[in-house]
């Protein structure tokens, strides 16, 4: 996998990488284990295995977790009983923890409880209905990405789910 913005092309983490993945830089050593004349290799941070130039580092965590680059801004299409919904969202990654934002017509709402696993990530976003009356509804979204798309549910309690889709950029 490679993820744009990462210093070396295969090597599955980002510039910005999220807290506890790491990029490492190792010397290089000989079989006899002194250093190589002041040859350095990128060892991943993800797989601890060496980046090979021209190579790719597999997409996938010690004890088989796959990392998913979800940060970015998304466009997103709710399909409600209303019409179609859009919607831009823009995550930010910490760990396994999803931050940011989604801006539905002139409100900006701040993710809640986001969090990804593989390539499942679920996030909440609270919707004011009625100012007077304090009227919030709750949003959860589920969805899996793949690559530069998402696909998943938006469930909105009793105002019902919804199917969601979503492309990066």
Known sequence: MRVPGSAHSSCPVPRSAPTG?????????????????????????????????????PDVLEGGGRLVAVEGTWTLSIDTPIGEQKTVLALHRDGDRLTGSLDYRTDSLEIIDGT???????????????????TKVTVAFTVTVEGDSMRGKADAGKFGTFDVTGRRG
């Open 116 to 134: 990804i696993s593989g390539d499942d990530a679920g996030w909440k976003v609270v919707k004011t209905l009625n100012v007077l009356l304090r």
């Open 21 to 57: 993945l790491t990029r490492k830089t190792r010397h290089a050593t000989s079989p006899t284990g002194t250093a190589s004349s002041g040859s350095r290799r990128m060892m991943c941070g993800v797989t601890g295995l060496p980046v090979p130039t021209g190579g790719q580092v």
